[in-house]
């Protein structure tokens, strides 16, 4: 064969290669964009939406008190992608909590400062209705939370006010009972505070202190598995009975107790049949002349 062929051929060879190439990329190319839009709505259909939810009572109810006699009235607001605004209206009062500047507002709700940024808070509805509304009647409270990415969620607290002299409903003793707790373990002390749940820990790792949690009273009393909405979702004796028979036991429960990183578990306490639900709100650690002070606090349902 010739030089000459040899070249031509060798040529031909590359363009080939070349043109492959350049229809491979326009391929890849398309495939890359059609990737991108697909991943890109995937996610925006994913993407978590706020939450409202009441606690201890189901938000469609009508709420029935006499005249300065409500009692707490908790709604909770979960926001994954941060509070925008947080929007609360009845009759003439209007406040957005996510950015007003007038801290008299926060007093009325039960808490301290704006909500702004936040992804999780908890709103008390007590002081707002024994205060404003001042006469028998029916009112609704409209509450809207939107996220920074423009995610909304909205819910409207019908409450019904009546007389002093006016007999209220009977009602239902199947509704669960809140409490809160405060416990302390300083060194290797008994835990501080924890009778009324029976339960005691000790710590398994020292870096970020991990706490093991065990049941300390009767033989057959037990933890159990819980996920976070549960907490929210249990509003009756009926249901709290049921999630204890449901849910998988567990002989121990490890919690990462440094930097508030325990916040926000649930799980559930069984002791002497009676089941408790169990919210974690707060994880601090300290050091002191006797070893780490741990110390856990939040609220159960029982």
């Known amino acids: 064969m010739s030089k000459s062929m040899i070249l031509r051929n060798k040529s031909d060879f590359v363009s080939d290669v070349v043109s492959c ?5 326009m391929w890849v190319t398309s495939l890359f964009m059609c990737v991108i839009i697909i991943t890109t709505a995937t996610y925006a259909a994913e993407s978590a939406i706020p939450e409202i939810t009441a606690q201890g009572f189901d938000i469609s109810d009508v709420k ?17 992608e941060r509070i925008e605004e947080l929007y609360i209206r009845e009759r003439s009062y209007e406040v957005d909590l996510a950015k007003t500047p007038e801290t008299d507002h926060f007093n009325l709700f039960g808490i301290d400062r704006q909500v702004r940024q ?11 209705i024994n ?7 029916e009112y609704e409270i409209e509450l809207r939370v939107t ?13 019904r006010v009546l007389n002093e002299t006016t007999e ?17 373990r300083n060194g290797a002390a008994d835990v501080s505070g924890a009778e009324a749940l029976g339960i005691s820990w000790k710590t398994v790792e020292s870096n970020l202190v991990v706490i093991e949690l065990a049941v300390s009273s009767a033989p057959t009393a037990h933890l159990f598995e819980l996920v976070t909405s549960d907490y929210d979702r249990v509003v009756n ?21 440094a930097g508030n990183r325990a916040a926000g578990s649930v799980f559930g306490v069984l002791n002497d049949e009676a089941p408790l639900i ?10 002191s002349e006797i070893g780490t002070t741990v110390t856990l606090e939040g609220e159960y349902k029982h």
């Open 118 to 128: 936040l992804t999780d808070v908890t709103l008390d509805f007590q002081r707002y």
């Open 64 to 80: 029935v008190s006499r005249l300065g006699d409500i009692g707490r009235l908790r709604v909770r607001f979960e926001v994954p």
């Open 237 to 257: 004796k009926t249901q709290l009975s049921q999630i204890s028979i449901d849910s998988p036991e567990m002989s121990t429960l490890n919690l990462t107790a």
């Open 147 to 159: 996220d920074r990415k423009g995610g909304s969620a909205s819910a409207v607290l019908l409450i």
């Open 131 to 137: 205060d404003k509304l001042n006469l028998a009647g």
């Open 168 to 184: 209220l409903p009977e009602q239902s003793n199947d509704q669960v009972a809140f409490a809160s707790f405060r416990f302390t």
């Open 278 to 287: 169990v919210k974690i709100t707060g994880s601090h650690t300290a050091l």
């Open 21 to 25: 190439f350049s229809a491979s990329c």
